[in-house]
């Protein structure tokens, strides 16, 4: 995973996910000086990389309203006034700048970027989620807490049905995307994992790695879209084990894959 944020040397480009409170992730991308930054939560993990690297806070992408994600926003700007602040149009964000909204093409020229905004209600009514390619590098989506390392957020506002639908415009992204997602939840999302498919052998795989790299005091993301399609059970609701377990679970049958989802998640839930 390292390997991969190493790899971002070689095109004028570094990412690097900031540790915030006892387990959040604020996403620092930066290019020539510049930088942006996804749902800072507090405002001293941020500062602190910004004065160590001598870099100027060009933008902040903010991708729901929750208070973790958005609680650094004012203190920022009051050292970078400049900074341009986006967020959600349908939620109430602090200093924003920029209402966003499906589709909307966010251009940072700073770091020579376009951001792609996707609206994905569910962990909030008025999530939203930032695509983006910078040259050279893999596919970037900063995606909040609507997936995790096999997982996805709690459903706080919204439905089942929209967050199968969010995750549905996710997972037709490029398999390559690297997920920036804002938590460290890995270890505790495999555990459980494990209890829906404990027969996957790329989830056992992941869960060994994962292990080794919180054992190493490394984050465990970003991961792939590509290894969540394998692993993340909340993205395999149509795979006839993970449809198995959640029958079992519920006791019941599940008539659509929107009811696999709810009882998964009803499931993580408890766990």
């Not at 009051?78 to 589709?103: F, L, T």
């Not at 498919?197 to 993301?221: F, H, I, K, S, W």
């Not at 692993?231 to 084990?241: A, G, K, M, S, V």
Request: aromatic share 8%; hydrophobic share 40%; glycine share 6%.
């Amino acid at each position: 995973m390292m390997n991969v944020l190493a790899s971002f040397a070689t095109t004028g480009y570094s990412l690097t996910p900031l540790p915030a409170f006892n387990d959040n992730y604020i996403w620092l991308l930066e290019y020539a000086g510049h930088a942006l930054v996804v749902d800072p939560g507090e405002a001293e993990p941020v500062l602190l990389a910004l004065q160590q690297r001598n870099l100027v806070l060009s933008a902040i992408l903010i991708t729901h309203h929750h208070g973790d994600h958005t609680g650094g926003v004012n203190d920022l700007l009051r050292y970078a006034p400049d900074a341009v602040v986006y967020g959600p149009a349908s939620e109430r964000i602090p200093s924003r700048n920029v209402a966003v909204k499906q589709d909307d093409q966010l251009h940072i020229p700073d770091l020579k970027l376009t951001c792609t905004v996707v609206d994905i209600p569910g962990h909030t009514a008025g999530h939203v989620a930032y695509y983006s390619i910078p040259e050279g590098c893999p596919p970037l989506l900063f995606c909040g807490d609507t997936i995790f390392s096999m997982g996805c957020g709690r459903l706080f506002e919204g439905t089942p049905a929209q967050m199968v639908s969010s995750l549905g415009k996710l997972t037709s992204l490029p398999p390559d995307t690297l997920i920036c997602c804002a938590h460290e939840y890995t270890l505790s999302n495999a555990r459980w994992a494990l209890t829906v498919e404990p027969d996957n052998p790329a989830l056992l795989a992941r869960y060994e790695e994962a292990l080794q790299q919180r054992a190493d005091n490394l984050p465990t993301v970003p991961t792939s879209l590509q290894t969540e399609l394998a692993t993340n059970p909340f993205l395999r609701i149509r795979e006839p084990d993970v449809v198995h377990a959640a029958t079992a679970r519920a006791q019941t049958p599940l008539a659509t894959s929107v009811d696999v989802f709810a009882c998964l998640r009803e499931w993580k839930n408890q766990a």
